[in-house]
Nanobody, 122 residues
Framework: QVQLVESGGGLVQAGGSLRLSCAAS????????MGWFRQAPGKDREFVTA????????TYLDSVKGRFTISRDNAKNTVFLQMNSLKPEDTAVYYC???????????????WGQGTQVTVSS
């Protein structure tokens, strides 16, 4: 079992930045691939980015490439999402998830946090 808790969301103006954190507890964090997803009202949960256990591999949704950066600190059992140049269309609840494989498919993520709201005003 892995427990995940996101933090760092909030209200920001377009062009601003936020840094989300996802703290993990339970089973060995460093064994898992970690991902960030988001869900806007009335829409399906959308893949944003993922990172491999040793941070060697990352992948991003095209619309966030160059603006968002995923990273992790295995010593602190935490994964981060640095979001720069935020746009109103980035507004959503952001979730972190843990998976046993490197994938963009939400169905493969076994553990999820409760989510943190990100609102970008125009």
């Amino acid at each position: 079992q892995v427990q995940l808790v996101e933090s760092g969301g909030g209200l920001v103006q377009a062009g601003g930045s936020l840094r989300l954190s996802c703290a993990a507890s339970g089973r060995t964090f460093s064994n898992y691939f970690m991902g960030w997803f988001r869900q806007a009202p009335g829409k399906d949960r959308e893949f944003v980015t993922a990172i491999s256990p040793t941070s060697v591999i990352t992948t991003y949704l095209d619309s966030v490439k160059g603006r968002f950066t995923i990273s992790r600190d295995n010593a602190k059992n935490t994964v981060f999402l640095q979001m720069n140049s935020l746009k109103p269309e980035d507004t959503a609840v952001y979730y972190c998830g843990a998976a046993a494989i490197f994938t963009r498919a939400a169905s493969a993520y076994h553990y999820w946090g409760q989510g943190t709201q990100v609102t970008v005003s125009s």
